[in-house]
């Protein structure tokens, strides 16, 4: 059965967009740590990070260097924290955080509410800036 986020790239499941290629998909977690945590993710459905072929990986984290630069234009933060953990969805994929603090980065702490016209408008911010 295709994971939850395979069936976000194909569509079946709605997502707040912020970058997709050819190989790759962005989009804002629903449940986030901070205003623009956004999940980066291979088309591709590959369990475990380090089981994505070489090249996919590079274009994947390319990828992500760049939401991330998009992401650092639109909400205000020292510096992008960057983590994979992998074990919530059977999925590979990559955490982007905008931080201030490494404490930003615990995922035990309350997540951060935010409206659906409240995401779907950080999402479209975030797109515009993608380059």
């Not at 623009?36 to 380090?50: A, N, Q, R």
């Not at 969805?89 to 951060?112: E, G, R, S, T, Y």
């Not at 935010?114 to 380059?131: C, G, H, P, Q, Y």
């Amino acid at each position: 059965m295709a994971s939850i986020f395979t069936r976000i790239v194909n569509g079946e499941i709605p997502s707040y967009k912020v970058a997709e290629s050819e190989l790759c998909y962005a989009f804002l977690d629903i449940n986030p740590l901070a205003k623009g945590h956004t999940l980066v993710i291979p088309k591709k459905e590959v369990d475990y990070l380090f089981d994505v072929e070489d090249e996919l990986y590079a274009e994947l984290m390319l990828f992500a260097k760049r939401v991330g630069k998009a992401i650092e234009k639109v909400v205000p933060c020292e510096r992008i924290g960057v983590t994979v953990i992998g074990l919530e969805v059977p999925h590979a994929h990559v955490h982007l955080i905008p931080i201030n603090a490494l404490n930003d980065m615990n995922f035990a702490k309350p997540k951060v509410q935010m409206s659906s016209d409240e995401l779907k408008t950080l999402a479209s911010a975030i797109a515009e800036t993608f380059v």
